[in-house]
């Protein structure tokens, strides 16, 4: 299978808690992108890396949020401190290129966080 | 971010029947971009539009973009079950994809 993936599928942890997940992008992909997603609404955007370097992060996300992509391959993305409100869908995204406009994600599976 | 927002939130139809969801911009796009989304699982692109006014259709979907590039819209000609899901649209704006809100499909067979 060629398509992002990611790690875990899903993730319960308690309050508090520290969790990371892993997204492996399409090998040839410059572009990741992390989302997040609940219940009825669209992804939101949460960061972007072109190749190793992040190059834009939500202003509305938290400092307890945090990702990296080192070798400009795969991405971590850790939540530390977690909170009820961030249960949510994780997705990670993919694509091509270097921005341009006929581009298009590929997503993958997610990873379900719940907090209780 | 930018907003793009997509009516209605949620429809049902009996199969067979046609469906349609809009989504509304207040500012001009760049382009639109349609992803589905099954229940259960992650968004696929569908298709890009990139010129004013133009159509592009795959089998039973008609995809529009309007001719302001403020707004586009997808509609289903005779809706099956596997039409179910949640449509997004996008835009690209080189350096980022600002989703709309979904709709939400539930076609009853």
């Known amino acids: 299978d060629t398509g992002v993936s990611q790690d875990p599928r899903h993730k319960i942890t308690k309050r508090g808690q520290n969790v990371t997940f892993r997204c492996d992008p399409i090998?040839?992909?410059?572009?990741l992108y992390w989302y997040r997603q609940t219940l009825g609404q669209g992804p939101e955007f949460l960061t972007y890396f072109q190749n190793e370097a992040q190059l834009e992060k939500s202003r509305l996300l938290s400092d307890r949020f945090s990702a990296e992509r080192p070798k400009g391959s795969f991405s971590t993305l850790e939540i530390q401190r977690t909170e009820q409100g961030d249960s949510a869908m994780y997705l990670c995204?993919?694509?091509?290129?270097?921005?341009?406009?006929?581009?298009?994600?590929?997503f993958g599976s997610g990873t379900q966080l719940s907090v209780l | 971010g930018q907003q793009v927002m997509q009516i209605p939130q949620y429809q049902h139809v009996q199969e067979g029947e046609d469906f349609t969801t809009y989504c509304n911009s207040s500012t001009t796009l760049s382009n639109i971009q349609w992803y589905k989304q099954r229940p259960g699982g992650h968004p696929v692109f569908l298709i890009q539009l990139v010129k004013s006014g133009e159509v592009k259709k795959q089998k039973r979907l008609t995809f529009q973009f309007g001719e302001a590039k403020k707004n586009s819209s997808l509609h289903i000609t005779a809706t099956q079950t596997t039409d179910v899901g949640t449509y997004f649209c996008a835009e690209n704006t080189g350096n980022q994809f600002y989703f709309g809100t979904g709709t939400s499909l539930t076609v009853i067979p």
């Open positions: 090998s040839e992909h410059n572009r």
């Open positions: 995204a993919s694509s091509p290129s270097r921005g341009q406009l006929n581009e298009k994600l590929f």
